[in-house]
């Protein structure tokens, strides 16, 4: 089939490659014809928040002369992306789902972003998200919670839902999302593409609205894993503006994508499958079954601390979160409430900007670190969470790679879970530990249910074993026939 | 009760927000869900481990440290276009001294 422009929808990487080289289209065209699905498709879902037709249009015509003039225009070259909006986008409004920022126009660009553009990657907006990363439904934005384009009626997950809708939906090739507690694979699981969350480290944070700093990663959407992997590969690697950025060598992760996993052990964590909605627990049973069909040896683990991980998190996130959202004070970013001192002015302004998840956040962090309550909440917090690292240390030993749920249930109704924050924080449960960890992990689409929702497989690896973690999905979405 | 609304006001305090009647119960009763579930941690013996403020990986101590040398900054202009109120290049608040 030959790339064209109407199956924007269905283009891969490697398509938008060779379309571009057999002049099936500009890369101006494809941005062209990009921005107007979106702008005609966004209303059903309202995933993206801003598009930025000028800057996109500019990074096209720069792919197009490089091309023109025979030179390596990148290995993103012309491909149409979408961008979360907690990371910065120089001149281009930058919102982080949050009325406090309606009007910030950030004045650099984040990291990843600089690599994405310098490797011909077209910037078409930024895209909805719970306000300031806090969220498992998108429904915590100021600005609308998105729809799950595969049941308009239900949440694409989050925080970074709109990323995964975008992707999902057609109306972007890849996006770039954030993952603090699994922002990144629960929304990619909801909306059935691949969604990955690096090794801690592996991407600089420079640009990405502090949410939680020893939890926070930037993490691909696309609708393959090849098309996540080629994202990551340009994004990943040292940069000396982020100083907890790993320097560890970035492997060309393409090049594992080969289907050699006979042999490869896998454990299934014991802990992960209780308690988990029928028919998800069936379809990752089902998906199990393909690894064994494709020679993985997979075999039961334990990782007793799991149950802990949601305390465990909620004190950690929480705790971080009412520092790094102490910034928002009406002084330096756009929005302030009026008031006659400056302690008004700053409870005014808070008061008003915050929305009611990003509320319970800060009070619940900062009763944790108040006078007298640090050591039994914080620092038992950051026991804990040594455990939990431990005890995938411990695994690793044995196993290659660990193969979990994703989340409890499939997407639910927009509005069901939104009066009860301990219900939804307690569905975090599968995801939060891989952050906590710091260990890179993933979601891969394992089917559908009976009622259409798509379901996610997560992928846990050893720090830095994205290329094992990468193989092993790359071979599953092969052998399962999720694809695309 | 793990909080009461009292302390819920105290801990608004510190955090620096401001928060209507009706929030104060709200949160009250969020918070003493969410810090009743978290009592959970308790049955976990810690005594011996070593809290965990961050994942590592091998580095050297100084290698996050860039080269000392002097790199253009933001610049006054673009630091401050955000800012709600400013003037003579500063950033300007309610007035905090009085004459």
Do not use: W
Not at chain 1, 130 to 139: I, L, Q, R, T
Not at chain 1, 322 to 344: F, K, M
Not at chain 2, 3 to 31: F, H, M, P, S
């Amino acid at each position: 089939m030959s790339a064209s422009l109407t199956g924007l929808a269905s283009l891969s990487i490697p398509e938008v490659k060779k379309g571009l080289a057999n002049g099936d289209f500009t890369a101006v065209e494809l941005a062209r014809s990009a921005l107007e699905l979106a702008e005609k498709e966004n209303p059903k879902t309202n995933a993206y928040l801003l598009l930025c037709p000028e800057r996109a249009l500019a990074a096209a015509q720069k792919v197009d002369q490089k091309l023109a003039a025979g030179e390596d225009a990148g290995a993103l070259a012309g491909v149409p992306l979408a961008v979360k909006d907690v990371i910065v986008t120089k001149g281009v409004r930058t919102t982080c789902g949050s009325r406090l920022l309606e009007h910030y126009i950030p004045p650099y660009d984040a990291t990843a972003v600089i690599r994405l553009e310098q490797a011909g990657g077209i910037i078409l907006g930024k895209t909805n998200c719970d306000e300031f990363a806090m969220g498992s439904s998108n429904e915590n934005s100021a600005y609308g919670p998105v729809r799950n384009p595969a049941a308009l009626d239900r949440v694409p997950g989050g925080s970074s839902g709109g990323s995964a809708a975008v992707v999902a939906q057609g109306t972007a090739v890849v996006a770039l999302g954030s993952d603090t507690g699994g922002s990144v694979r629960q929304p990619a699981s909801f909306c059935g593409v691949v969604g990955v969350t690096p090794t801690y480290g592996r991407v600089s944070r420079f640009g990405l609205v502090a949410f939680a700093s020893s939890l926070d990663h930037i993490g691909p959407f696309g609708r393959t894993v090849q098309d996540a992997a080629l994202l990551l590969q340009t994004i990943a690697g040292r940069d000396e503006r982020d100083s907890t950025s790993a320097f560890a060598p970035v492997p060309n992760y393409v090049a594992y994508l080969d289907g050699r996993v006979a042999g490869m052990k896998i454990g299934l964590p014991r802990e992960y499958f209780e308690g988990l909605a029928s028919e998800s627990g069936d379809l990752i049973r089902k998906g199990i079954e393909v690894l064994k069909q494709l020679g993985c040896e997979v075999r039961e683990i334990s990782l007793p601390v799991t149950k802990y991980a949601v305390p465990c998190y909620y004190i950690i996130a929480t705790a971080e979160a009412s520092s790094n959202l102490a910034r928002y004070d009406g002084v330096r970013y756009t929005t302030r409430a009026d008031s006659e001192t400056l302690s008004d002015m700053y409870r005014a302004t808070r008061g008003q900007g915050f929305g009611a998840e990003c509320k319970r956040r800060i009070m619940l962090g900062t009763y944790v670190l108040s006078h007298g309550y640090y050591d039994a909440y914080y620092l038992k917090a950051q026991k804990v969470r040594a455990l939990i690292a431990e005890d995938f240390r411990k695994a690793f030993a044995e196993v290659d790679a660990i193969v979990a749920p994703v989340s409890p249930s499939p997407a639910f109704k927009i509005g069901e879970k939104i009066d009860d924050p301990l219900e939804m924080y307690l569905s975090d449960i599968y995801t939060i530990t891989g952050d906590l960890a710091g260990i890179p992990c993933m979601s891969v689409p394992c089917g559908k249910t009976s009622e259409g929702l798509p379901v996610g497989m997560q992928i846990l690896a050893r720090h830095f074993d994205e290329t094992g973690m990468f193989r092993l999905a790359d071979a599953f979405e092969k052998a399962g026939g999720f694809a695309g | 009760m793990k909080i009461t609304e009292k302390e819920v006001r105290y801990v608004a305090d510190l955090a620096n927000l401001q928060l209507a009647d009706a929030e104060i119960g709200r949160l009250a009763k969020d918070l003493d869900e969410i810090l009743s579930h978290i009592d959970a941690l308790n049955e976990l013996d810690t005594s011996n481990v070593e809290p965990m403020a961050q994942v590592l990986y091998d580095a050297e101590e100084t290698a996050t440290l860039r080269a000392d040398v002097e790199q253009p900054p933001l610049g006054n202009e673009a630091a401050l276009a955000n800012a709600p109120l400013a003037g003579n290049g500063y950033y300007k608040v309610p007035r905090v001294i009085e004459r």
